[in-house]
């Protein structure tokens, strides 16, 4: 294996001096970029790291744990052991993010803002890209909620897979940090506490024009029309976006009105 390249020593006079635990990660995620590592290989053992650096094990170490923690290595001790490079899952780079916004307040008036923008843009880049084994993927998708559901559990999965239609466009985009970032906003809305007290809700659920949108976008794209495409999500997402807000608001309502009996009640037994 190629030595790491060396940490470049030059730091511009107005730039604040970085940590040299983080410039030997970034050295070590060039590495294995311009190497072309993949899953199951190793890094160069700790000794030649700490040589090569000019570090001390302990910075070295801290560096190796920092790749670990972000889910780039892990870290086998004992004979054959060292450090080997990780598949990063798409799982887990989500539950990384999640994590991060946990405490951030997230609503469903935030996720659309930020939907009705990128599912357009994901929808158009997918259409030159879909063949037509994903097209009927997505027509099998609108099968599992074309009709009422019959029970709480297949109420529950007809809700999710409304999302999962948009995350098989997602995958024939040719933009990966798009196709990620709108797969990622699914599966916000697929977690967000408020959402899953929606989802569960008995009341009908008034798809019809939702599906419609669907189908439609799966004849724009069968005829490779991506404008057509981004049109027919424009209008798509802004109606999910008020219908969401509207139940939203329900709900809440739906929370005031169980919240103010017993207060009226005890209110009377006072009298």
């Keep these: 294996m190629s030595e790491l390249d060396p940490v470049d020593p030059t730091v511009a006079a107005n730039k604040p001096r970085r940590k040299r635990t983080d410039e030997i990660v970034d050295a070590i995620k060039r590495m294995i970029v311009e ?25 070295v170490r801290e560096a190796l744990k920092a790749l ?54 994901v929808a158009a880049s997918a259409t030159p890209q879909i063949d037509e084994a994903g097209l009927k ?81 799966i004849a724009a794209m069968r005829r490779r029309d991506p404008a057509a495409a981004a049109k027919i999500l424009t209008e798509h997402m802004a109606e999910a976006e008020q219908h969401m807000l509207d139940l939203q608001a329900k709900l809440m309502d739906r929370f005031l009105t169980e919240d103010a009996e017993p207060a009226r009640a005890r209110k009377r037994r006072s009298a």
């Design 68 to 121: 670990e923690v972000q889910g780039l290595i892990s870290v086998r001790t004992g004979p054959g052991g060292g450090a080997f490079i990780e598949r990063m899952s798409e799982g887990r780079a989500m539950s990384l993010l999640s994590n991060f916004l946990f405490a951030k307040n997230l609503s469903i008036a935030n996720i659309y803002e930020m939907r009705k923008v990128l599912e357009p843009q």
């Design 35 to 59: 190497h072309g590592l993949g899953p199951g290989d190793r890094l160069p053992q700790e000794r030649e790291l700490i040589v090569q650096f000019a570090a001390g094990k302990g910075t």
């Design 137 to 217: 993927r997505l027509e099998a998708i609108i099968s599992v909620y074309d009709h009422e559901p019959e029970s709480a559990t297949e109420r529950w999965n007809q809700r999710m897979a409304e999302l999962d239609f948009h995350s098989v466009v997602a995958e024939y985009s040719d933009n990966p940090i798009l196709a990620f970032t709108c797969r990622f906003l699914q599966r916000l809305l697929k977690d967000l506490t408020i959402a899953q007290d929606i989802y569960l809700q008995p009341e009908p659920v008034l798809r019809a024009s939702g599906i419609r949108h669907q189908r439609a976008l």
